[in-house]
């Protein structure tokens, strides 16, 4: 099957500071990707949908200025978490779509932490 | 909107027992639905899957799900459990032309015991 990549596995960082996670398609194009969150216990969330070469499209409830995605091709999805704060520590999970009807393939996921 | 319910949010069986992991959906249309894994701290690892046809499913690991329309539920089953797994469980549906977006129910914590 398809292989999406995550990256990093899992970072810590400072309140305040900007993380950037990326997503990549391996054997395959994605014009679009999905960002999910989980928050321990609880199950997968989707915040935002990632299009190549335009704007994201951010679920309710989401701040598009705090989480920065950027498609700039078509096997590369970033998610930048600005300003980050104790509050957005999750594990932020991407998927890709293949060819299926509904089918994504999900990453590895990154753990996020903010101290 | 779409919505996936898991009913139970932890479950325990022993090594060699049978298991069936509950999931019901609410959607207007035939559902394209699914059944990932999750290990601690890791991805999510897609099971099986339904998106037309035979309403038995068979997926990886020895699993299998059975789509029944008139009880709007997707039910993960496996014969015989073993230890390996102990995991995460998410049931998931999609709509179709809704470009791959899903909605997870909220999981299903599996403990086998020895």
């Known amino acids: 099957g398809a292989v999406v990549s995550q990256h990093p596995s899992w970072v810590i960082c400072k309140s305040g500071t900007s993380v950037k996670i990326e997503c990549r398609s391996l054997?395959?194009?994605?014009?679009?990707m999905f960002w999910y969150r989980q928050f321990p216990k609880q199950s997968l969330m989707l915040m935002a949908t990632?299009?190549?070469?335009?704007?994201?499209?951010?679920e309710q409830g989401v701040e598009k200025d705090k989480f920065l995605i950027n498609h700039a091709s078509l096997t590369l999805s970033t998610l930048t978490v600005t300003s980050a704060h104790p509050e957005d520590s999750s594990f932020y999970i991407c998927?890709?779509?293949?060819?299926?009807?509904?089918?994504?393939?999900f990453g590895q996921g990154t753990r996020l932490t903010v101290v | 909107a779409q919505s996936v319910t898991q009913p139970d949010i932890h479950i325990t069986v022993s090594e060699g027992a049978s298991l069936e992991l509950r999931c019901n959906y609410s959607?207007?249309?035939?559902?394209?639905l699914f059944w990932y894994v999750q290990s601690p701290g890791q991805g999510l690892q897609l099971l099986l899957k339904?998106?037309?046809?035979?309403?038995l499913v068979q997926g990886i690991k020895g699993f299998e799900a059975e789509f029944k329309r008139s009880q709007s539920s997707f039910n993960l089953r496996k014969p015989s459990v073993h230890w390996s797994d102990a995991a995460e469980y998410f049931c998931?549906?999609?709509?179709?032309?809704?470009?791959?977006?899903?909605?997870f129910g909220t999981g299903t914590q599996l403990k086998v015991e020895l």
């Open positions: 959607y207007g249309a035939t559902p394209y």
């Open positions: 339904y998106f037309s046809g035979d309403t």
């Open positions: 998927s890709a779509p293949d060819r299926g009807p509904a089918e994504a393939f």
């Open positions: 998931a549906v999609g709509a179709k032309g809704g470009g791959n977006k899903l909605t």
């Open positions: 990632s299009n190549e070469g335009s704007k994201a499209t951010y």
């Open positions: 054997d395959f194009q994605a014009t679009t």
